[in-house]
C-alpha cells in the first residue's frame, strides 16, 4: 500500500535552531507539495515541485525557509532560524501530474 | 483571489442521521474541487475529485455533488467511525497544481 513517509513525525526545538523536515514521495509520482497547517491559518500550500524543479514557492518566507529535492525520492524542507511563529503541522503530499494529492501523516513542529 | 468557505464549522449527528455539508467557492475558472477527511493526528485522507456542474460520485455513505458555485457532502446514514474533519478544496484553471482549501467541517457522529 504506497504512502507518504515523513519524519520526524514530532519535532521541539528553541528559537533560532535549524529545522530540517524529510518527505519520501510515493514511488512513481512526480509532483510534491509542502502544506502547513495551523488552527488559525487552515492549511496552506508553502511550495511545490515537478520533476525536482520548483514551480511555485510564493505561499513559502524566503528568508527563512527552503525546499529542496536532491533525488526523485526525497523531499526536503529547512527552517533556519527557526521561530515560535513557525510552529505548526507540515505536510508533504505527492501526486501525478499534480491532480489528486496523497498527504503524509505530517511533521508537528514545536519552536520554543 | 480564490475563495473556499465550507459550512457548517462543526456538525454533531445522531448514529443514522442522515445530513449536508457545504463547501462554496469563488475562482475564474475550476479545474477540480477535492473532498478530503482529515482524522486527528493524520494527514488529509483523498475522497472525491469534481471536475464539472452536474457530477456526483459515491463512496460508501459519502456522495459529492458540485453545482457552479458550491459543493456538497451527503453523508447518509453515517456511523461514529464517519467522525472527522471534512475539507474542500479548489484547484483553478490557471494556478496549475495548487490547491487552495475551506477551513473545514468537524463532523461528529454520536452512537
Known amino acids: 500500500d504506497a504512502r507518504v513517509t515523513q519524519t520526524p513525525r514530532d519535532k521541539v526545538t528553541e528559537m533560532g535552531q535549524e529545522v530540517t523536515m524529510r518527505c519520501q514521495p510515493i514511488l512513481g509520482h512526480n509532483t510534491v507539495f509542502w502544506y502547513r497547517q495551523t488552527m488559525m491559518q487552515g492549511l496552506e500550500l508553502l511550495a511545490y515541485?515537478?520533476?525536482?524543479?520548483?514551480?511555485?514557492d510564493s505561499g513559502m518566507p524566503k528568508d527563512r525557509f527552503s525546499a529542496e529535492m536532491p533525488d526523485a525520492t526525497l523531499a526536503t524542507l529547512k527552517i533556519q532560524p527557526s521561530e515560535p511563529r513557525d510552529s505548526a503541522v507540515y505536510f508533504c503530499?505527492?501526486?501525478?501530474?499534480?491532480?489528486?494529492?496523497?498527504f503524509g501523516p505530517g511533521t508537528r513542529l514545536t519552536v520554543l | 483571489e480564490d475563495q473556499v468557505t465550507q459550512s457548517p464549522e462543526a456538525l454533531r449527528l445522531q448514529e443514522g442521521e442522515s445530513s449536508s455539508l457545504n463547501c462554496s467557492y469563488t475562482?475564474?475558472?475550476?479545474?477540480?474541487l477535492f473532498w478530503y477527511r482529515q482524522d486527528p493526528g493524520k494527514g488529509p485522507e483523498f475522497l472525491f475529485t469534481?471536475?464539472?456542474a452536474g457530477e456526483e460520485k459515491e463512496k460508501e455513505r459519502l456522495k459529492a455533488t458540485l453545482t457552479k458555485k458550491e459543493s456538497f457532502l451527503h453523508i447518509t446514514a453515517p456511523k461514529p467511525e464517519d467522525s472527522a474533519t471534512y475539507l474542500c478544496?479548489?484547484?483553478?484553471?490557471?494556478?496549475?497544481?495548487?490547491?487552495?482549501f475551506g477551513e473545514g467541517t468537524q463532523l461528529t457522529v454520536n452512537p
Open positions: 478544496a479548489v484547484q483553478e484553471e490557471t494556478s496549475g497544481s495548487r490547491l487552495t
Open positions: 515541485f515537478r520533476n525536482r524543479a520548483p514551480l511555485d
Open positions: 469534481l471536475y464539472s
Open positions: 503530499a505527492s501526486g501525478l501530474l499534480g491532480d489528486t494529492q496523497y
Open positions: 475562482v475564474s475558472g475550476l479545474r477540480g
